[in-house]
């Protein structure tokens, strides 16, 4: 049993954790829910001896201990896999496995170690190569190799945070199923998310953080949805937003037969040919890594075609770079916030200059002036942030990419291209991103909305284009669509053929 | 995050650092490298403190002195700004040395082979020389490391001694001076190919070009977007991309500027204080820059400074030589305050502090 006491964690000009308590039983989930900026993640960080609190106490089994560094807490069993890795690129899975356990205790014999993973991947059901490097594997399986490394670390105390905003459902499905494997065989999980159905259908109990205090502690079991998100906010917040299918006729791009390599230099793009209407949403739904990262990048002029056509608003752009294709309106969320969309170095109004340092006259930045929009933006997206002059990396997760969002969408775009933009945010936020997103396309902005969630892709959209194997399987209506026809689409039949059947 | 340290005291994470705080610490790394650096003086048998008091008079403690700092000062604070713009971008440029020599060569070709024209001519043909030469030497590394990351670290490196035995074969074999009794330098160049100096001192005009080139690129880091873009570009590649910077434009364009400002370094001392091409024309400014650059946190403004006090050490230690210790010395002084000012470092991000109760 973990126990946490009043635990309070100051950083200069914000109470991140205030009087926090938390226990959490032998074998159970316990999920950790709460806003953006709650103060999840800080409250985990001093768990497992990242941050020294303020204030408070720590019990482990009854007894007090006192961590002053992450290998404190490892050595009493606690685990954490953060919001962000932390891999080494091109080593391997075993390399860098190895890497932080030679620090504890000296094994320094591949060989050894890449059984050792097998065996651990085996029993609790976590398949993955010990050999391949680390740039060549998804996401999740990516989080899988920080989840064998915690176990091989000993770990009995696992924490998780946010690990299936960046997971496809099946994904998270296998996740929680090997979080109960390891609840059954006496480890405790905490696991933070924004995602409420999967809390209640897979946890034990919940603590809800508001503001950086405790608001209470539930059992799964006698709680719903409805209080939950009462808990998070402080009062009632109406359900969803409805949207109202349109159907749009102007062109405003043109994809014909286009073709793109991936990173590996292997075909990930084959003969796309598509129309994106102006006004509409366009959602592309598919499994991860089925090419919709590379049509989102070869729209956005990061990735060059290499066969085929591009045509924005009637006149051609397939050879145009990504500096022309900003000049022509086309904002972009990548899905990798943290190295692409944003550098997390610097801080937030230089970060938000991103976008704009080019439109200032001359060969000077008003520094200013960027300050002054980045206020603006920050209040009306409800960003939440210590200090405008602090480095990106010390907001939170949930406020990095409302960041984000605001800085693309406020540039005045006729095109956004959002993959993933709901990642990470909160219960409020993605409904406020929703509105936004939906009232953005009213006025006339494009949305390509790039998304694994089928919820929103059907909530949505206008249309809807299914991916597989970097191909069109077909393009659907959401109200004359079904989950099952997109999840065979998706699958890899055709719809053409599916129609025939 | 806070660390224990002794009983009521502990070490805690800071997030702002100020400016004055600083100061501070490096001025106090740097006495206490001076002091650390002396416990090994100590060992020699002589009195560190009379060493230090020697260094101090011979380096301002007269006008010669002093103006022999400047002297010094000028081209290990070029070279220095020259690699403190790669770095901003990560770009590890160490062959500022290279950069220099070569840049020396570009000024002496158009100092012997037309030295009949006029000065105001000459002068700006051999600044331009100077500068072209040494930015087209650091433009070698970095074109494999734009086009194919090939690291730039050794290949500039490496460059250096190239560069070094291309001065030599020069000065040894086609431009020695006949006169020269043998000795590997080149003829003295013509009146119209020297800048002229302050009075009597050896203070070349070159001063000049050094304050402008250290005010120019202030206000392009701080305030341009081309600085902007340096910035984002060291930081994080991908994130270039994606604002549509053009990485390897960026690349060739910063090394470029960042060889050439050595360049102008090497111009200066041929032409503004030895007055020829010779052999050594450098006890390693480009490898002292450096540091000079690291010490200053890449500040052009910082980087004046530090380069003063590193010229300083120069003339201290050439003084010292006379006195009958070797010049190593003074690459044991720099090592010395290289360290800790390194170790000085963690209490910029740190902050010890008195436990509450
Ligand atoms: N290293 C840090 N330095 C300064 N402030 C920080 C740091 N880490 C977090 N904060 C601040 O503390 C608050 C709580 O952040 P935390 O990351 O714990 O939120 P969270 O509940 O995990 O949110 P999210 O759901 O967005 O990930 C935020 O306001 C954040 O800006
Ligand atoms: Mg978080």
């Not at chain 1, 129309?275 to 919709?292: F, H, P, R, S, T």
């Not at chain 2, 005291?9 to 501070?24: A, F, H, P, Q, R």
Request: glycine share 10%.
């Amino acid at each position: 049993m973990v126990e946490m006491r009043k635990i309070t964690k100051e950083f200069p000009g914000i109470l991140a954790n205030d009087q926090v308590s938390l226990v959490v039983n032998k074998g159970e989930i316990h999920a950790l829910l709460g806003e953006n900026g709650a103060g999840k993640s800080t409250l985990m960080s001093v768990l497992t001896g990242l941050y020294r609190p303020d204030g408070g106490e720590i019990f482990i089994e009854g007894k007090r201990v006192e961590f002053s560094s992450p290998k404190d807490a490892v050595k009493k069993g606690i685990g954490m896999v953060h919001q962000h890795f932390k891999l080494v690129q091109p080593f391997t899975v075993a390399e860098n496995i190895m890497l932080s356990i030679k620090e504890l205790k000296q094994i320094y014999n591949l060989k050894e170690i890449e059984r050792q993973i097998i065996g651990q991947s085996e029993a609790f059901g976590l398949s993955i190569d010990p050999k391949a490097k680390i740039w060549q594997l998804s996401v999740g399986e990516q989080q899988r190799v920080e989840i064998i490394k915690l176990l091989l670390l000993g770990a009995e105390f696992l924490i998780l945070d946010e690990p299936t905003a960046v997971l496809t459902p099946q994904e998270a499905k296998a996740l929680y199923t090997t979080l109960q494997k390891m609840a059954v065989s006496g480890k405790s999980i905490v696991i933070i998310s924004h995602k409420m159905n999967e809390v209640m259908e897979n946890t034990n109990s919940i603590t809800v953080l508001r503001d950086g205090r405790s608001i209470g502690t539930v059992q799964t079991k006698t709680t719903n949805e409805k209080e939950l998100a009462k808990m998070m906010v402080g009062r009632n917040i109406s359900s969803t937003t409805g949207k109202t299918l349109s159907a749009k006729t102007d062109i405003l791009m043109t994809l014909a037969n286009v073709s793109a390599l991936g990173d590996n230099g292997l075909l990930k793009l084959k003969n796309i040919s598509m129309d994106i209407y102006k006004g509409e949403i366009l959602g592309i739904a598919g499994v991860d890594g089925n090419g919709q990262k590379e049509l989102a990048e070869t729209v956005a002029g990061l990735r060059s075609a290499k066969q085929g056509a591009i045509s924005f608003c009637g006149k051609d752009c397939t050879k145009s770079g990504r500096k022309k294709r900003i000049n022509l309106g086309i904002s972009y969320v990548p899905e990798d916030r943290m190295t692409t969309g944003l550098v997390t170095e610097l801080n937030a109004y230089e970060n938000v200059a991103l976008k704009s340092y080019r439109k200032y006259p001359g060969p000077f930045i008003s520094w200013d002036k960027v300050k002054h929009d980045s206020e603006q933006l920050i209040e009306k997206f409800d960003v939440r942030l210590a200090s405008m002059s602090n480095p990106v990396k010390m907001m939170s997760g949930g406020n990095i990419q409302k960041l984000l969002l605001a800085r693309e969408i406020e540039s005045n775009p006729k095109l956004i291209i959002a993959v993933y933009p709901m990642r990470g945010l909160d219960i409020g936020a993605t409904d406020y991103v929703r509105r936004l997103l939906i009232g953005e396309s009213e006025k006339g902005i494009t949305v390509l909305l790039i998304s694994e969630d089928l919820e929103d892709i059907l909530s949505m959209t206008d249309r809807i284009i299914v991916m597989h194997g970097g191909e069109i399987m077909g393009v659907v209506k959401p109200n004359e669509t079904s989950r099952e026809e997109i999840g065979l689409m998706m699958a890899g039949k055709r719809k053409v053929d599916l129609h025939e059947a | 995050m806070k660390r224990k340290l002794l009983g009521s005291w502990e070490i805690k994470k800071t997030n702002t650092s100020s400016g004055l705080k600083k100061v501070v610490i490096s001025v106090t790394s740097i006495i206490l490298g001076l002091i650390f650096a002396g416990l090994f003086v100590l060992l020699t048998g002589k009195n560190p403190l009379e060493l230090y008091t020697e260094i101090v008079q011979s380096s301002v403690g007269s006008i010669y002195g002093l103006s022999e700092t400047i002297v010094e000062m000028i081209p290990l604070a070029l070279c220095s700004l020259g690699v403190s713009l790669a770095f901003r971008m990560q770009l590890w440029n160490i062959g500022a040395e290279g950069q220099f020599y070569m840049g020396a060569f570009g000024a002496t070709y158009f100092a012997l082979f037309f030295s009949g024209l006029p000065k105001l001519v000459l002068l700006p043909l051999m600044l331009l020389a100077g500068l072209i030469c040494g930015g087209l030497w650091a433009l070698i590394p970095a074109l494999p490391k734009a086009f194919w990351n090939v690291n730039e670290t050794i290949s500039s490196l490496l460059l250096n001694y190239v560069a070094y035995l291309w001065i030599a074969y020069l000065v040894y074999g086609p431009w020695k001076d006949p006169k020269g009794n043998n000795f590997p330098l080149t003829k003295p160049f013509s009146d119209n190919g020297t800048i002229p100096v302050f009075g009597n001192t050896r203070i070349s005009y070159a001063l000049f070009l050094m304050f402008i080139i250290a005010v120019i690129l202030f206000f392009i880091l701080k305030h341009s977007k081309w600085g902007y873009e340096i910035r984002v570009s060291g930081s994080s590649r991908k994130a270039a991309d994606y604002a549509g910077m053009s990485y390897i434009k960026n690349v060739l364009l910063v090394m470029f500027l960042s060889g050439s400002i050595s360049g102008i370094a090497g111009m200066a001392e041929v032409s503004g204080v030895l007055h020829r091409l010779q052999q050594t024309i450098s006890p390693g400014y480009g490898y002292t820059a450096i540091l000079i650059a690291l010490l200053a946190r890449l500040n052009p403004i910082s980087i004046l400074l530090v380069s003063f006090l590193m010229g300083g050490l120069l003339v201290g230690g050439y003084s010292l030589q006379t006195s009958g210790f070797p010049s190593s010395m003074v690459s044991m002084f720099q090592g010395s305050i290289l360290f800790f000012v390194l170790a000085g470092e963690m209490f910029n991000n740190y902050r010890l502090v008195r436990k509450k109760a």
